[in-house]
Nanobody, 123 residues
């Protein structure tokens, strides 16, 4: 069974930090670009960040640039999202995803989703 399992979510105050982890199992994700998405209450799921299989290329939604950093450890089949200077508008369920295809990350096909981890930022 192929799985992506997120961890590291929680509740923090404005300006705090969290590090999300996503562990893959059931297959190797080394050939996939990996991404993080989020969904806030009442809103559509949105792209947050992604990293290529080679780690050379990364991309971020404008609102998190300079605050979030995506990284991966392919040997451990894992991807991470370091989130600093968190704001209340970052409150959402964060999902890890495996992205297939070429071109802009946001347009790629998602083959696998994780179950999500809640991030809550209070003011």
């Amino acid at each position: 069974q192929v799985q992506l399992v997120e961890s590291g979510g929680g509740a923090v105050q404005t300006g705090g930090s969290l590090r999300l982890s996503c562990a893959g199992s059931g297959r190797s994700f080394v050939s996939y670009a990996m991404g993080w998405f989020r969904q806030a209450p009442g809103k559509e799921r949105e792209f947050v960040a992604a990293i290529s299989w080679s780690t050379i290329k990364t991309d971020y939604i404008d609102s998190v640039k300079g605050r979030f950093t995506i990284s991966r450890d392919s040997a451990k089949n894992a991807v991470f999202l370091q989130m600093n200077d968190l704001k209340p508008e970052d409150t959402a369920v964060y999902y890890c995803a495996a992205l297939r295809g070429l071109g802009p990350f946001v347009n790629r096909t998602i083959d696998y989703w994780g179950q999500g981890t809640q991030v809550t930022v209070s003011s």
